[in-house]
T-cell receptor, first 112, second 115 residues
Framework: NAGVTQTPKFQVLKTGQSMTLQCAQDMNHNSMYWYRQDPGMGLRLIYYSASEGTTDKGEVPNGYNVSRLNKREFSLRLESAAPSQTSVYFC???????????FGQGTRLTVV | AQKITQTQPGMFVQEKEAVTLDCTYDTSDPSYGLFWYKQPSSGEMIFLIYQGSYDQQNATEGRYSLNFQKARKSANLVISASQLGDSAMYFCAMSLINTGNQFYFGTGTSLTVIP
C-alpha cells in the first residue's frame, strides 16, 4: 500500500537554484494538495488540484508553480529558491472533502 | 475567509488521564468536514477522526472522540486514557465541499503525556 509518495525526502538548495518536488498517489483520488509546514504556523496550502487538468492557488502560492501531470501525479516547482522557502513540504490527496486527506512522508527542504 | 483556531500551543496530561484539545472554526459554508490529525516526532500525518457538518452524533474512534458543538463552531478532540505514545502535535482541520475540497489546518497543539 504505497498511498502518497513524495520525492525527495531531503534536499538542500542554494539561493536561486530551482527544483521540482514530485508527488504520486495510487488511490485514484481526484484532489491533490501541496502544503508547507513551518514552526508555529501549522500547514499552509500552497496549491491544490481539485481534479485532473485543474490547479488553483492556496494561501501561500508566491514563488511556486505546480503541474497536475495526470490523475496520479502533482508536482511542485520552485523556480528560484529563497531562504524563506526553507520548510517541510507535504503532498496530500483526497477523494472528496468528507473523507480524510492522505499525506506523503514530507520533504524537508533547506535553502541556504 | 475560512479559518481554524487552536489556542493551546502546548498541553500536558498525566498518563491514563483524559485530555481535551480545543479547536474552533469559522466558515459560512453549510457543508464542511472537520478532522483531527496526529503528527508524531517522526513527522508523518496520521488521520484520527472525522466529523461531518450534518452529522447528528459526535464521532468516536477508539480512545478518540470529537466534541462537536455546531452553534459554537467548536470541534474539540477528547483523548481518553492517555498513553505515552500520544505525545505528539495535533492538528485540527476543516474541508469545504464547495471550494474544490480545500483543507484548512490550525497551528497545532503539542501534547506531552507525563508518566
Amino acid at each position: 500500500n504505497a498511498g502518497v509518495t513524495q520525492t525527495p525526502k531531503f534536499q538542500v538548495l542554494k539561493t536561486g537554484q530551482s527544483m521540482t518536488l514530485q508527488c504520486a498517489q495510487d488511490m485514484n483520488h481526484n484532489s491533490m494538495y501541496w502544503y508547507r509546514q513551518d514552526p508555529g504556523m501549522g500547514l499552509r496550502l500552497i496549491y491544490y488540484s481539485a481534479s485532473e487538468g485543474t490547479t488553483d492557488k492556496g494561501e501561500v502560492p508566491n514563488g511556486y508553480n505546480v503541474s497536475r501531470l495526470n490523475k496520479r501525479e502533482f508536482s511542485l516547482r520552485l523556480e528560484s529558491a529563497a531562504p524563506s522557502q526553507t520548510s517541510v513540504y507535504f503532498c496530500a490527496s483526497s477523494q472528496r472533502s468528507r473523507i480524510e486527506a492522505f499525506f506523503g512522508q514530507g520533504t524537508r527542504l533547506t535553502v541556504v | 475567509a475560512q479559518k481554524i483556531t487552536q489556542t493551546q500551543p502546548g498541553m500536558f496530561v498525566q498518563e491514563k488521564e483524559a485530555v481535551t484539545l480545543d479547536c474552533t472554526y469559522d466558515t459560512s459554508d453549510p457543508s464542511y468536514g472537520l478532522f483531527w490529525y496526529k503528527q508524531p516526532s517522526s513527522g508523518e500525518m496520521i488521520f484520527l477522526i472525522y466529523q461531518g457538518s450534518y452529522d447528528q452524533q459526535n464521532a468516536t474512534e477508539g480512545r478518540y472522540s470529537l466534541n462537536f458543538q455546531k452553534a459554537r463552531k467548536s470541534a474539540n478532540l477528547v483523548i481518553s486514557a492517555s498513553q505515552l505514545g500520544d505525545s505528539a502535535m495535533y492538528f485540527c482541520a476543516m474541508s469545504l465541499i464547495n471550494t474544490g475540497n480545500q483543507f484548512y489546518f490550525g497551528t497545532g497543539t503539542s501534547l506531552t503525556v507525563i508518566p
